[in-house]
């Protein structure tokens, strides 16, 4: 570490990364270099996955950085010098133990993206509210029993995560985050959600599920990934937490009734008609996925499963299927930052398969709806290329289709790719598939893999929500599909419960580089979804 920084220090650099097993070997023995916080020159700054415990207060030093990364260590407290660092625009302190932010955070005037996931935090200091510029904020995966008030005070907050605490209850005063277009508030233990969330002019992406709801009609709609109705349906429906205290409470014993006379399993309103799931326990010669040890470093959670004999050439299926894809991707997958979902034809996907992680230029694919394999440094290179050059010409910031997803990759020395027994790579999350392996309306046996570098738990709800919504939109296994000839497709996103499906799903397991079980999708514990009877044949 100490060439790292004397080096740093005689080219003046502007960017310093002290990371991995060798750094942290040496920080556990010697500490930090002190010689570090003399290379003022710095701008960005990241010291992850080295068993950092302590941070010394000559961090205030560095008066010149803009971001600082400290995820993936061992953390308990930051300094308060930390306030110094008055240029800061990045903040990333996820994945370690702090139980508390320093009060001097307040200083940091210029922040604009903090990300203090995965602590133990119980609460934010006042001073935090002086953080006018913050953009994205991320207190996911702590200790918050509730909704932090001083957070309706960031008027110009985009993101919000907030997601696995134990929050029991979100402020009223929510609305005044008038910039909010996503909040996460998946994994807590909200029971009611105030009318003045879905008054939030800007927000497009809430995501509540994983919540104890009381309304159970307002569940099904998070469940089903229809974030835009979820949020009508608030607005509308759901209480005015601001008016006085016995109405509110009128209104949360109304919502609690209404939840316990509607029951988990309400097909239809004497409760038959459910769909029906069937899962088949996976056998010695079914598909499995083995993960390497650098995919695990990368991206580390993955499940698989199989839809068998699915119908794809009926009712427009195909086209509903990739649709139903597409929209979960921008929903509950969070557009692909918290999960990306692959799907394959079965038939076209040799042997097993392997969850790797490699350079860039030793992954080759062939892309869909490509005819020429590329390495996937070139891909990306390619991509994004095209995206600025449409950037330029129609004179904007944002990017659109596949180009949108470039920035989960940039500056990565390793990307995450899926290749079958033929050693073709057939997957390359979060950007594309294989056109070797696509799907078509043909397709029987429909092979899925959900990849994320945030939980496996988030993992587990995409396909379940993806099973759900095939089959409230008819899109099921041959055994049981309905015979929708004539229907408006239009309308099949309405299906009721009563037109009940049937999907038969057989499972994958995932096994680490030993053989040994890592997961197995669906366990005896997935599934639960509403309106659905699951059978099993273990």
């Known amino acids: ?70 995820h993936t260590n061992q953390l308990k407290q930051l300094p308060d010098s930390i ?54 904020l991320d207190i996911s995966h702590n200790n918050f029993e509730s909704f932090p008030e001083l957070l309706c005070n960031f008027l110009s907050l985009m993101q919000l995560r907030a997601n696995d605490n134990a929050i029991s209850e979100v402020s009223p005063h929510i609305d005044k985050l008038a910039s909010l277009k996503l909040l996460d508030l998946t994994n807590n233990k909200i029971k009611i959600v105030p009318a003045e969330l879905g008054g939030s002019s800007k927000l497009k992406d809430l995501l509540m599920i994983g919540n104890p709801l009381a309304d159970k009609r307002l569940d099904k709609l998070f469940t089903q990934g229809k974030t835009k ?25 109304t919502q609690r009734k209404k939840g316990k006379k509607g029951g988990e399993q309400k097909g239809t309103e004497n409760g038959s008609n459910l769909h029906t799931v069937k899962v088949l326990h996976c056998k010695d010669n079914t598909i499995h996925i083995k993960m390497t040890t650098a995919a695990n470093e990368i991206r580390p959670y993955i499940i698989s499963c199989i839809l068998r004999n699915v119908d794809l050439t009926s009712n427009n299926n195909f086209k509903k299927f990739i649709a139903l ?9 969070d557009k692909r930052s918290a999960a ?48 600025e050059a449409e950037r330029k010409e129609k004179k904007r910031n944002t990017y659109s289709g596949i180009h949108k997803y470039l920035y989960m990759l940039a500056g990565k020395v390793q990307f995450a790719c899926l290749a079958d027994g033929d050693g073709r790579v057939i997957s390359l999350p979060p950007l594309t598939n294989s056109n070797i392996t696509k799907i078509s309306d043909e397709t029987k046996d429909i092979f899925i893999e959900v990849t994320s570098d945030k939980d496996m738990g988030t993992c587990k709800k995409v396909v379940d929500a993806l099973v759900f919504e095939m089959l ?65 044949d273990y």
């Open 1 to 70: 570490m100490f060439n790292i920084v004397r080096v740093a220090k005689q080219e003046k650099r502007h960017e310093l990364v002290l990371t991995g097993s060798d750094i942290g070997e040496e920080v556990e023995k010697n500490g930090l270099c002190e010689d570090l916080f003399t290379v003022t020159f710095l701008n960005f700054l990241e010291i992850s996955k080295c068993s950092l415990k302590h941070l010394d207060d000559k961090l205030g030093s560095l008066a010149n950085l803009t971001s600082l990364v400290l």
């Open 83 to 136: 306030g110094k660092l008055s240029k800061l625009k990045l903040l990333d302190i996820s994945r370690n133990e702090i139980e508390n932010i320093p009060d001097t955070i307040g200083n940091l005037t210029l922040l604009e993206t903090l990300n203090a996931g995965y602590n133990k935090l119980q609460c934010l200091p006042a001073d935090v509210t002086k953080l006018s510029h913050l953009l994205l």
């Open 229 to 253: 109705a979820a949020i009508e349906y608030i607005r509308k429906n759901c209480p005015h937490m601001k008016t006085s205290a016995n109405e509110k409470t009128g209104q949360e014993k």
């Open 325 to 333: 894809q597409t929209k979960l991707h921008d929903t509950i997958c």
């Open 340 to 387: 990306t979902i692959a799907t394959h034809d079965l038939a076209l996907v040799s042997g097993n398969v392997t969850y790797d992680a490699r350079a860039p230029e030793d992954i080759q694919i062939l892309p869909l709806f490509a005819t020429k394999e590329k390495s996937a440094k070139q891909l990306y290179t390619q991509l994004r290329d095209e995206a």
């Open 472 to 536: 409230s939109r008819g899109i099921c296994s041959v055994e049981g599909a309905k015979d929708d000839e004539g229907k408006n497709s239009e309308d099949a996103e309405d299906q009721s419960a009563a037109d009940a499906g049937y999907l038969l799903i057989e499972q994958v397991r995932v096994l680490n580089v030993e053989g040994h079980l890592k997961v197995v999708y669906p366990s005896r514990t997935d599934l639960a979804l509403d309106c659905t009877n699951v059978l099993r």
